[in-house]
């Protein structure tokens, strides 16, 4: 186990960590799957419940501002979703962090 102080950066902290696992020879995991699959479905669960609010607004024809602010968040949050997209998806292979170098 690695001790670091307060005021290190995690940029310290994660060089720290991976020159400690090099040495003793822990083998990292790539949670880029998961992570990004939460957020996905995360994200999907939020689509449909704003779907669900919309429906119903717009039936009771009581649709005011806070349904015009919920609309613009998730105009921004589509295209921010699609920018999340990990590259390892995209080319295979997992992009390097530059750590300890």
């Known amino acids: ?35 990004w699959q939460l957020g996905m479905a995360f994200m999907t669960l939020g689509l449909v419940a704003y779907a669900f609010r919309c429906l119903e607004k717009l039936r009771t024809s009581a649709w005011g501002l806070d349904d015009w602010a919920i609309s613009l968040v998730v105009m921004i949050l589509i295209p921010m979703c699609v920018v999340t997209i990990p590259r390892t998806f995209i080319t295979g292979t997992l992009p390097q962090q530059h750590l300890g170098s």
């Open 1 to 35: 186990m690695v001790y670091v102080y307060v005021r290190w950066t995690a940029h310290w902290i994660l060089e720290t960590q991976k020159f400690s696992n090099n040495n003793c020879g822990v083998v990292g995991k790539d949670r880029t799957r998961i992570v």
